[in-house]
T-cell receptor
Framework: DTGVSQNPRHKITKRGQNVTFRCDPISEHNRLYWYRQTLGQGPEFLTYFQNEAQLEKSRLLSDRFSAERPKGSFSTLEIQRTEQGDSAMYLC??????????????FGPGTRLTVT | GESVGLHLPTLSVQEGDNSIINCAYSNSASDYFIWYKQESGKGPQFIIDIRSNMDKRQGQRVTVLLNKTVKHLSLQIAATQPGDSAVYFCAEINDQGAQKLVFGQGTRLTINP
């Protein structure tokens, strides 16, 4: 399968612990997005990368959240000192964006985080 | 603030019937609209898209209609099948640079046998 993959698929952690998620985009895609989705809601944008550069962060991304894409390939999303409100599905998407044309974002299966 | 919303949270149709899922958006500057399908335990899957300079686009069994006058988007699914059961989201893009998606709440479509 050459789609977007995410690991782990599920993570249960205790409040106050740190967690890290990984996203492997489609190999030739230069754009990588992170979204968060809570139950019954649509995904909300968190941040995105163009190659290795993080170009935009949502105000939803507090200072406890950090994302990296060190070599312009896979990306990690770390949450420090987790809170119960961080419980959500974290989705990664990638696209091959160029210029001002619109390109489909392909989503991974997500990582479901439960903070107890 | 900017939002993309849906009229109905749930919709049930009989297998073989046509379904229509509606979406209202508030940002008249949005350039691009997309419908996504999300099955349980999976990420959103692209269905069909439409640019703001169009009012209709057809795909295989699906049609998207865009009415910019009333800021309304709809997804029509013809001859529904059990595999169409899912949550459907409309999303918009209003910045051509980042192209980040702004999603609505979603409509759960259930196909009855």
């Amino acid at each position: 399968d050459t789609g977007v993959s995410q690991n782990p698929r599920h993570k249960i952690t205790k409040r106050g612990q740190n967690v890290t998620f990984r996203c492997d985009p489609i190999s030739e895609h230069n754009r990588l997005y992170w979204y968060r989705q809570t139950l019954g809601q649509g995904p909300e944008f968190l941040t995105y990368f163009q190659n290795e550069a993080q170009l935009e962060k949502s105000r939803l991304l507090s200072d406890r959240f950090s994302a990296e894409r060190p070599k312009g390939s896979f990306s990690t999303l770390e949450i420090q000192r987790t809170e119960q409100g961080d419980s959500a599905m974290y989705l990664c998407a990638s696209s091959l964006a160029s210029g001002l044309n619109f390109y489909e974002q392909y989503f991974g299966p997500g990582t479901r985080l439960t903070v107890t | 603030g900017e939002s993309v919303g849906l009229h109905l949270p749930t919709l049930s149709v009989q297998e073989g019937d046509n379904s229509i899922i509606n979406c209202a958006y508030s940002n008249s500057a949005s350039d691009y609209f997309i419908w996504y399908k999300q099955e349980s335990g999976k990420g959103p899957q692209f269905i069909i898209d439409i640019r703001s300079n169009m009012d209709k686009r057809q795909g295989q069994r699906v049609t998207v209609l865009l009415n910019k006058t009333v800021k309304h988007l709809s997804l029509q699914i013809a001859a529904t099948q059990p595999g169409d059961s899912a949550v459907y989201f409309c999303a918009e893009i209003n910045d051509q640079g980042a192209q980040k998606l702004v999603f609505g709440q979603g409509t759960r479509l259930t196909i009855n046998p």
